[in-house]
């Protein structure tokens, strides 16, 4: 089993920056492809960005290409999100996910059903 605890949102000015961390435990997450998601009120989740297993490739949701980057540090068992340019509807819940199977490579899912471990979330809010 692995928990996953998101940390580092906040409320941010648009055109202001945030990094999300997601720190894991239980288990090693080197071995498995990792995503965010966010959720803002009323609306499905979605998904935002992910990383392959061992971090040499990324995908993102066209929303946040060019302004967010995903990362992750395998010795420390973290994942993480740099955000810029921060708008008013980047505002939601971010969620860290691990892919429901290991050693995926350049393969990203962007459907939730096929993630299996999630954190709790962190609320980001950025004000106009």
């Known amino acids: 089993q692995v928990q996953l605890v998101e940390s580092g949102g906040g409320l941010v000015q648009a055109g202001g920056s945030l990094r999300l961390s997601c720190a894991a435990s239980g288990s090693a997450i080197d071995r498995y492809n990792m995503a965010w998601f966010r959720q803002a009120p009323g609306k499905e989740r979605e998904f935002v960005a992910a990383i392959s297993w061992g971090g040499s490739s990324t995908y993102y949701a066209d929303s946040v290409k060019g302004r967010f980057t995903i990362s992750r540090d395998n010795a420390k068992n973290t994942l993480y999100l740099r955000m810029n340019s921060l708008k008013p509807e980047d505002t939601a819940v971010y969620y860290c996910?691990?892919?429901?199977?290991?050693?995926?490579?350049?393969?990203?899912?962007?459907?939730?059903?096929?993630?299996?471990?999630w954190g709790q979330g962190t609320q980001v809010t950025v004000s106009s």
């Open positions: 996910a691990r892919k429901n199977e290991h050693y995926s490579g350049s393969y990203f899912s962007t459907s939730s059903t096929e993630y299996d471990y």
